[in-house]
């Protein structure tokens, strides 16, 4: 049985058409098309496929659709500023935090959620709320330092 939801996604509203064991994840990908989420486990062990919904991390292939309908989900393409790369990303970058790239969207929108708390963040903070979340290229120290040199800027 199919089901209509509205979904909005970086500020664009959508009308789609559900099945009712389809998940937010298979809503993003296959529906929208928007492939910065990435898909590796789709039982919850990789994080690879988190997004923002109502502002808070959480895994997409873990929510069903219509679970989502009537709320807000960032993806990755959501925190760049008019066009331009967010502190965030330019501090990825800056840092070396990107290699391969198929973990990096989870691990932005995790740090953008982190640094929205508006307070100092500690190293072992970081590590422990990153945990969900798998890199096989980096190590995690430079996501890590990424997202400290971020705070540290923020809370000057
Ligand atoms: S695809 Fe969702 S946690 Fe791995
Ligand atoms: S940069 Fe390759 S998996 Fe993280």
Sequence with gaps: MKKQITLTVNDKIHEILIKSNET????????LRITSVKAACWQGD???CTILLEGVPIKSCLVLAYEADNKRVITVEGLSIEGSVSKLQESFINNGAVQCGFCTSAFLLMGHY????GK?????????LLNGIICRCTGYK???DSILAVSSISSE
């Design 46 to 48: 990789c994080g690879l």
């Design 114 to 117: 982190l640094l929205k708390q």
């Design 142 to 144: 430079q996501i890590i």
């Design 24 to 31: 937010l994840l298979d809503i993003l990908r296959n529906h």
């Design 120 to 128: 100092p963040l500690e190293r072992k903070e970081i590590e422990h």
